[in-house]
T-cell receptor, first 111, second 112 residues
Framework: GENVEQHPSTLSVQEGDSAVIKCTYS??????FPWYKQELGKRPQLIID?????GEKKDQRIAVTLNKTAKHFSLHITETQPEDSAVYFC??????????FGKGNQVVVIP | DAEITQSPRHKITETGRQVTLACHQT?????MFWYRQDLGHGLRLIHY???????NKGEVSDGYSVSRSNTEDLPLTLESAASSQTSVYFC???????????FGPGTRLLVL
């Protein structure tokens, strides 16, 4: 089955700096790549997603880029704020409505 | 507003007991999923359903079962609870055509 890996496992950034989290996937048939944010004690919530026919997607301070050849996609957060501190999960799907999740990245924004 | 709910939100049980966790969604989504979340393991799929009377095993299905008798509900049953099943359980749903999954608030289960 699909294997999704996230790096780094923990990322600390100064407030105002940018954060980048990278995910790799194994199945070249995967075509949908969402990112979820999970705050402590809360449910995972979708923050952005991208499909394989698009190379980049942006929504205000967050963006996702996809490299199908290398089978990796990245989450970019610019001008980080304390409320960006959370665990971020990437996932991949090949159109069967199932998601394979990575193990998550802890992002800590230092004020 | 449409939503997805889980109950109970917290549960303490004893080893060997049968436990059922409820999941209810009002989006009329065909697809429903159960995950468990443990530190260091992320979200692991337990069971999923693509519609009424359809159920499928995920990657960590041993010791769990589900049934889908209507569109709104997918209860998760632990047949004989084990300490290894102490975890946070999330239910999620998605529409038949889209793949965005929306998560419930979670159930924190402690098996003593």
């Amino acid at each position: 089955g699909e294997n999704v890996e996230q790096h780094p496992s923990t990322l600390s950034v100064q407030e105002g700096d940018s954060a980048v989290i990278k995910c790799t996937y194994s199945d070249s048939a995967s075509n949908y790549f969402p990112w979820y944010k999970q705050e402590l004690g809360k449910r995972p919530q979708l923050i952005i997603d991208i499909r394989s026919n698009v190379g980049e997607k942006k929504d205000q301070r967050i963006a996702v880029t996809l490299n199908k050849t290398a089978k990796h996609f990245s989450l970019h957060i610019t001008e980080t704020q304390p409320e960006d501190s959370a665990v971020y999960f990437c996932a991949a799907s090949k159109g069967n409505n199932r998601l394979a999740f990575g193990k998550g990245n802890q992002v800590v924004v230092i004020p | 507003d449409a939503e997805i709910t889980q109950s109970p939100r917290h549960k303490i049980t004893e080893t060997g007991r049968q436990v059922t966790l409820a999941c209810h969604q009002t989006w009329n989504h065909n697809n429903m999923f159960w995950y468990r979340q443990d530190l260091g393991h992320g979200l692991r799929l337990i069971h999923y359903s693509y519609g009424v009377q359809d159920t499928n095993k995920g990657e960590v299905s041993d010791g769990y079962s589900v049934s889908r008798s209507n569109t709104e509900d997918l209860p998760l049953t632990l047949e004989s609870a084990a300490s290894s099943q102490t975890s946070v359980y999330f239910c999620a749903s998605s529409s038949g055509r889209g793949e965005t999954q929306y998560f419930g608030p979670g159930t924190r289960l402690l098996v003593l």
